[in-house]
């Protein structure tokens, strides 16, 4: 009779261990899920307040660093840096050393995946506007398709580095952290582009 009810008590108490043990792993199983979040949340950000004056990087491990694109600014750590290894100007006077640099030509199929790619021509921006995260390595493609000449220009002075000039049929790009949230208004600076409609919007979110 004794030994029938040890019998019993260990049987429970297997049965108690094998049901913590089930709860255990599902509720671990839980966390992982939450933790990988899908990969259009998952965008890696950047401060938006960095000081450009810091270095982050030494200029050999610029060197080092592959570009996005060829002729780009490199990319450490999130942050588009200089090749002396300090984050860029975005209000840098466009194509000087502190600025984000802008790719030579570049054929439209190179671009990598995630590029924002923008058409511009006569009829105008094509998207008219694209949506980022503040602090987000954007990398932002400009094709004239209308055989002109377009120079994308921000609106706001603190993108006044962030300018993408093109030739006839040419494409072009320029990698930049995004800016603190809020709309940013751009246009084509050749004169009477903007008034025949080109022009478009960065919504940073
Ligand atoms: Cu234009």
Known sequence: MNNKKTLWIIIGLAILALIIIVVATSTGTKQQSTTSAPEETNVQV????????????????VQ????VIEGSSKVINNVVVTPTGKPVKNDAVPGSPEAPQETPPIAPEALPAGT?????SAEGFNPVQFEVKAGQVVTLALSSVDNITHVLLFD??????VAIGVGPNE????????????????????????????????IVK
Do not use: W
């Not at 080092?64 to 570009?67: G, H, L, S, T």
């Open 116 to 120: 924002i790619k923008l058409d511009v």
């Open 156 to 161: 706001d002075p603190v993108l006044a580095g």
């Open 171 to 202: 494409t072009r790009a320029i990698t930049f952290n995004a800016p603190k949230a809020g709309e940013y208004g751009f246009h084509c600076d050749v004169p009477g582009h903007t008034a025949r409609g080109e022009s478009g919007k960065m």
């Open 46 to 61: 950047a401060p938006t307040d960095l000081d450009t004056e810091t270095p982050i990087a030494t200029p050999e491990e």
């Open 64 to 67: 080092q660093a592959q570009p």
